[in-house]
């Protein structure tokens, strides 16, 4: 069974940047679609960027900022985080899509000051 661990959360300045990693145990390919979500506090989760096969999208608040990215040999996606904004604050979850099988990660806390 697939699991997952995001790291590389904190707190950061308005303009700053983070790198959050999300490490996977067990099998995963690359057409199997990985992605980022996050969570702010009385929100919805919703989701920020996805990739399966090099194919990336991403939300439109975040277009231009963030950068989502796999490496496939050390099964672990990454989101380069450029240009944080306050309203980016929230807990981001890394998730992986197996054949209709969802996984999540347990969250990490991302927190831009103003």
């Known amino acids: 069974q697939v699991q997952l661990v995001e790291s590389g959360g904190g707190l950061v300045q308005a303009g700053g940047s983070l790198r959050l990693a999300c490490a996977a145990s067990?099998?995963?390919?690359?057409?199997?679609?990985m992605a980022w979500y996050r969570q702010a506090p009385g929100k919805q989760r919703e989701l920020v960027a996805v990739?399966?096969?090099?194919?990336?999208h991403y939300e439109d608040s975040v277009k231009g900022r963030f950068t989502i990215s796999r490496d496939n040999a050390k099964n672990t996606m990454y989101l380069q985080m450029n240009s944080l904004k306050p309203e980016d604050t929230a807990v981001y979850y890394c998730?992986?899509?197996?054949?209709?099988?969802?996984?999540w990660g347990q969250g990490t806390q991302v927190t831009v000051s103003s």
């Open positions: 067990g099998t995963i390919f690359g057409t199997n679609p």
């Open positions: 998730n992986v899509d197996i054949f209709g099988q969802r996984t």
């Open positions: 990739i399966s096969d090099r194919v990336t």
